[in-house]
């Protein structure tokens, strides 16, 4: 399991992360749709995920409605985690109850949530505070003081950020250099073989601020699992219940079609290939992989030892490749005798 510093930090985390979505959820709501994991199935997953040299693990507290926060923090205890062993990312943003100011990334909502982040995870600190998606009703400056103040008081060791889109990043940015708070190390997004948008924007903005990317939904809500047929039917998966994130699927068959090949040639699975992709990109610091069972984190894992060759990551590329979309399209034009090698 190789190790990479996340972002412009000396903090060192693996290159897959364990995501816990899968645990906690219910019979009657969205998180059960996702997992019904309770705590010895989750202790099983945890101990499975630190033995095969993972130390990353990301959370939120929106995830179960807070129950997976709990079921982690127990898991490590019951397992006798070191804490300075483990990287422990959670996030904020979401619901966590009615009423306008339950929600958002207020200076309020930030300084309530951490309090019962930390108490459900049973730590003094969180490594990994990420703000879980973009709120249009709080001025970024108020989220970043906040966040600022959970760092300096020592509730939070570095932040990150997710979903949120190039310009509000490069924006966050420039925020904390004028003000001198604690610098964004990372974001949180959305990348696979049938999801390359954030190539257009935000891999170059993540390259040349120097933030580490970490990726959620890697199998694009399992569609590159197998189980699926090209049009995301057939499968009993967690797709077929819970029909996320998007597909395009006249492009999803083509690299369905590209990994089966490169999967039976390397006498690897589907998932392997898919995660094994994601590995091989520059931008990608660690990859979230959530599970329900042991023999399916343990397939995921073996991505690490997934090779992949020139000819085979042209193959993926070509069968996923992005439609033309300006102004990139304009910048090729433009700057091809500029591009400096």
Same mark, same amino acid.
């Given at each position: ?60 507290? *929106?995830?179960?409605? +807070?129950? /997976?926060?709990?079921?982690?923090? %127990?898991?490590? #205890?019951?397992? &006798?985690?070191? !804490? ?71 509730? *939070?060791?570095?932040? +990150?950020? /997710?979903?949120?889109?190039?310009? %509000?990043?490069? #924006?966050?940015? &420039?925020?904390? !250099? ?164």
């Amino acid at each position: 399991m190789r190790m990479k510093p996340l972002g412009p930090s000396g903090l060192f985390v693996s290159e897959l992360c364990l995501g816990t979505m899968t645990f906690g959820g219910g019979d009657d709501d969205m998180w059960g749709k996702i997992g019904q994991l309770e705590q010895e199935q989750a202790d099983t997953l945890v101990k499975t995920a630190l033995d095969a040299g993972i130390n990353f693990i990301d959370t939120a507290n *929106v995830y179960a409605g +807070g129950r /997976s926060e709990r079921i982690l923090g %127990q898991a490590l #205890k019951n397992l &006798g985690v070191d !804490r300075d062993e483990v990287v422990v990312a959670t996030k904020v943003m979401g619901g966590m109850g009615d009423g306008p100011n339950m929600r958002g990334t207020s200076r309020r909502h930030i300084m309530s949530q951490v309090r019962q982040s930390l108490d459900r995870l049973q730590m003094d600190h969180i490594d990994l505070y990420q703000i879980h998606g973009f709120d249009p009703a709080t001025p970024i400056e108020e989220t970043l003081a906040a966040l600022n103040t959970l760092v300096e008081h020592g509730h *939070v060791r570095y932040i +990150g950020l /997710s979903n949120w889109a190039a310009w %509000q990043i490069v #924006k966050a940015i &420039g925020i904390t !250099r004028a003000r001198d708070y604690a610098p964004i190390l990372s974001l949180q997004a959305y990348y696979t073989l049938v999801g390359r948008d954030l190539e257009r924007e935000i891999v170059p903005m993540l390259k040349s601020e120097g933030l580490g990317l970490m990726v959620w939904s890697p199998l694009a809500g399992g569609y590159l699992s197998g189980k699926y047929a090209a049009d995301g039917t057939g499968g009993d998966g967690r797709r077929a219940e819970f029909d996320f994130p998007p597909v395009d699927f006249d492009r999803g068959a083509k690299v369905l079609d590209a990994m089966k090949e490169i999967a039976g040639a390397k006498g690897a699975s589907m998932p392997q290939i898919a995660l094994a992709w994601l590995l091989h990109q520059e931008a990608v610091t660690s990859v979230i992989v959530g599970a329900k069972r042991v023999e399916q984190l343990q397939d995921n894992i073996g991505a690490t030892e997934v090779s992949l060759s020139e000819a085979d990551l042209d193959r993926l590329g070509e069968a996923s490749q992005l439609p033309p979309e300006y102004p990139g399209w304009m910048f090729q034009v433009q700057g091809a005798d500029r591009t400096r090698d």
